[in-house]
């Protein structure tokens, strides 16, 4: 019996120590399954990773593709204006004023048409389609040797007169706009300023000669007394006095004029105008040409 016992015990013995290396083999398989089983999670965060690159790079492909309209509002070279915004410009005018002949004869006998070059700079501030210009510019008003007489004067009061007259304006011009497209606009509204009037006006009592034109007379009672009187001293290009002297030639004159045109804006830093109008001194052409801030 107990050699029986013992060959049993001998054989459970044999059969736990074979049976270890089994054991052993499952032990470590089951060690590996978390490692297998880790393996899967990290897949998963290499497709998500995948997957978001994949989506940013789509976004910035988007954002590559972008129209160029989609961002011209903030394209520096626009001629759109903001009507919330100030503009502000600077830079030159010329105008050819035009004083005719009818608007002298509304003060005097004789006279002619003459034309005025005016140039001078200027400063410009626009705001929701309404701007106004302040300008500092001269402007001649020369004319050649022409006959004139006061209307109530007789027919033997003639005088030659001769203009070299300047006069330097300070004005501002109010102009609303109706825009036909950004760079293109109506302007029209008004101007107003003062100007200071300096230069010679000379005068010459004058006399019709035997072939019936108009000479200037060369003294009191010469050549022709009934023309070259002694009820005044207008002789030798006699200049006339202003009205600080006591004279009939202005000291100050004011510029008043309903005036019109169109803007062309073709960069963001440049506008160009076609001015027109009439005033005081007459009808105007004008051109102006104006730098953006």
Known sequence: MASRTKLSALLTLGA???????????????????????????????????????????????KGSKPVADTAP????????????????????????IVPEFI???YADGGTTVGVHALGPEFGIRKAGFEYNVSLWWAGYYMDPTLFK????????????????????????????HDFTPELALNYGMGAGLGVVFGPLYRNQAYQSANGKYEKCAAPNIPNP?????????????????????????????WL???????????RNFV??????FGLSGFFLGLGADYGL
Request: proline share 6%; net charge negative.
């Open 257 to 267: 004029a309903l005036q019109t045109g169109l803007r062309y804006k073709p960069h």
């Open 272 to 277: 160009a105008r076609l001015d027109a109008g």
């Open 16 to 62: 736990l120590l074979a049976a270890w290396p089994v054991h052993a083999a499952d032990a470590e398989g089951s060690d590996t399954k978390p490692a297998a089983d880790d393996s899967a999670p990290a897949d998963t965060d290499t497709a998500a990773t995948d997957e978001k690159a994949d989506k940013a790079d789509k976004a910035a492909d988007d």
């Open 150 to 177: 006061a209307k109530s004067d007789p027919p033997t009061a003639w005088e030659i007169v001769q203009s070299k007259i300047n006069v330097v304006y300070i004005s501002a011009d109010f102009l609303w706009s």
């Open 226 to 254: 009934s023309y070259c009187d002694g009820s005044n001293d207008h002789y030798g290009n006699y200049q006339e006095k202003d009205w600080t002297g006591g004279g009939s030639k202005p000291t100050v004159f004011p």
């Open 104 to 106: 002298l004869g509304m």
């Open 74 to 97: 903030s394209d520096l070279n626009t001629t759109v204006e903001d009507p919330s915004k100030s503009y502000y410009f600077v830079g030159l005018r010329y105008r050819y004023i």
